[in-house]
């Protein structure tokens, strides 16, 4: 089945404990994004990846760091998480750039205190 | 950079009515226009889309149309029914391929 996986879908943490979110997607798509999703602001571009190797900042860059070393992953760190990226996190893959449909993956809830 | 905005932000129809949602974009230089769905607890779906060399896309119920010189782009949801209650987001996405979302309409559809 195609999709994109995220985990975790759920994480609790403190203040300044570097975590990642990973995400997987197996449709051999080039295009990958991570966005935050929170209330009354939509959703919000974090990072975006054209390939292997290339990632651009987006909207809200502050904080996160990405990498792409292989096609199928796109995994989301976040070296010293502080409470004000408590958010609702989503990464998203599309064929071969952001001009086509793209598939978003379940979410991941994050609570930072 | 690109500023998305998105009106109204709630939005209650009774069945069968029709819906429109409204974006505006500021960069010029943006070409594509997707809008996507969210049911409660779910993950956004797109549900439509247009480029810019088209004024306007149409699919069953639901229609796009863009107005490339005024900067702005509406989704049309005739006869609509309970199962389009959500929320709706549009995006603009620029050349360098980063995508800028409006912040949301819920939409309500009453039976």
């Known amino acids: 089945e195609a999709q994109v996986t995220q985990n975790p879908r759920y994480l609790i943490t403190v203040t300044g404990k570097k975590l990642t979110v990973t995400c997987s997607q197996n449709?051999?798509?080039?295009?990958m994004s991570w966005y935050r999703q929170d209330p009354g602001l939509g959703l919000r571009q974090i990072y975006y990846s054209m390939n292997v190797e290339v990632t651009d900042k987006g909207d809200v860059p502050e904080g996160y760091k990405v990498s792409r070393k292989e096609k199928r992953n796109f995994p989301l760190i976040l070296e010293s998480p502080s409470p004000n990226q408590t958010s609702l996190y989503f990464c998203?893959?599309?064929?071969?750039?952001?001009?086509?449909?793209?598939?978003f993956g379940p979410g991941t809830r994050l609570t930072v205190t | 950079g690109e500023n998305v905005e998105q009106h109204p932000s709630t939005l209650s129809v009774q069945e069968g009515d029709s819906a429109v949602i409204k974006c505006t974009y500021s960069d010029s230089a943006s070409n594509y226009f997707p809008w996507y769905k969210q049911e409660l607890g779910k993950r956004p779906q797109l549900i439509i889309d247009?480029?810019?060399?088209?004024g306007e896309k149409k699919d069953q119920r639901i229609a796009v149309t863009l107005n490339k010189t005024a900067k702005h782009f509406s989704l049309h949801i005739t006869e609509t029914q309970p199962e389009d209650s959500a929320v709706y987001f549009c995006a603009a996405k620029r050349n360098n391929n980063d995508m800028r979302f409006g912040a949301g309409t819920r939409l309500t559809v009453k039976p």
């Open positions: 449709m051999n798509h080039e295009y």
């Open positions: 247009i480029r810019s060399n088209v």
């Open positions: 998203a893959s599309s064929l071969s750039t952001a001009s086509y449909e793209q598939y």
